[in-house]
T-cell receptor, first 117, second 112 residues
Framework: GENVEQHPSTLSVQEGDSAVIKCTYSDSASNYFPWYKQELGKRPQLIIDIRSNVGEKKDQRIAVTLNKTAKHFSLHITETQPEDSAVYFCAANLMNAGGTSYGKLTFGQGTILTVHP | SQTIHQWPATLVQPVGSPLSLECTVEGTSNPNLYWYRQAAGRGLQLLFYSIGIDQISSEVPQNLSASRPQDRQFILSSKKLLLSDSGFYLC???????????FGPGTRLTVL
């Protein structure tokens, strides 16, 4: 099955700095990679996702890059703000033996991002 | 628009008692449905998924079971809770595979 490793487990930055979170995955068949943000006690919410047919995707201050050969993908947040403080999870779709996923996701262990004003 | 509900929001149960958590989705039909458990400070572990009524697949062996008696209703159950069943249980849905999963508000379960 799929294994997703996420680093770092905690990240502390000053407001205005950039933050980078990295994930590696094990199953080369995975082709969908979402990133979720979870505030304390709340539900996870999608912030950006990328499919294996592109190498980079950007949405305002957030970008994700994907290296299929190396099987890793990264989240980049620029000009961080205190409201970016949360736990961030990467995920990869989990493929069945027959090459389908039914939308199943394997999540990384999360990164606690703290942005200091 | 689509919404997803979970109840109860919090639950405290003694070891050995039964469990029933409910999840319902509104505003869509034939969604894929998922149950996750999140231990404190950890990632999300997929427990069950369903692609249709009465079609349930288990991802990990455990003390829990799931059922989908209606298209937009997903239930997580246990006959006898263990201490290790404590956690934050999240239901999620997606309109089709490999698209954004939308999570419910979650149920925080404490087994004493």
């Amino acid at each position: 099955g799929e294994n997703v490793e996420q680093h770092p487990s905690t990240l502390s930055v000053q407001e205005g700095d950039s933050a980078v979170i990295k994930c590696t995955y094990s199953d080369s068949a995975s082709n969908y990679f979402p990133w979720y943000k979870q505030e304390l006690g709340k539900r996870p919410q999608l912030i950006i996702d990328i499919r294996s047919n592109v190498g980079e995707k950007k949405d305002q201050r957030i970008a994700v890059t994907l290296n299929k050969t190396a099987k890793h993908f990264s989240l980049h947040i620029t000009e961080t703000q205190p409201e970016d403080s949360a736990v961030y999870f990467c995920a990869a779709n989990l493929m069945n033996a027959g090459g389908t996923s039914y939308g199943k996701l394997t999540f990384g262990q999360g990164t606690i991002l703290t942005v200091h004003p | 628009s689509q919404t997803i509900h979970q109840w109860p929001a919090t639950l405290v149960q003694p070891v050995g008692s039964p469990l029933s958590l409910e999840c319902t989705v509104e505003g869509t039909s034939n969604p894929n449905l998922y149950w996750y458990r999140q231990a404190a400070g950890r990632g999300l572990q997929l427990l069950f998924y369903s692609i249709g009524i009465d079609q349930i697949s288990s991802e990990v062996p455990q003390n829990l079971s799931a059922s989908r008696p209606q298209d937009r209703q997903f239930i997580l159950s246990s006959k006898k809770l263990l201490l290790s069943d404590s956690g934050f249980y999240l239901c999620a849905w997606t309109p089709r595979r490999d698209n954004e999963q939308f999570f419910g508000p979650g149920t925080r379960l404490t087994v004493l």
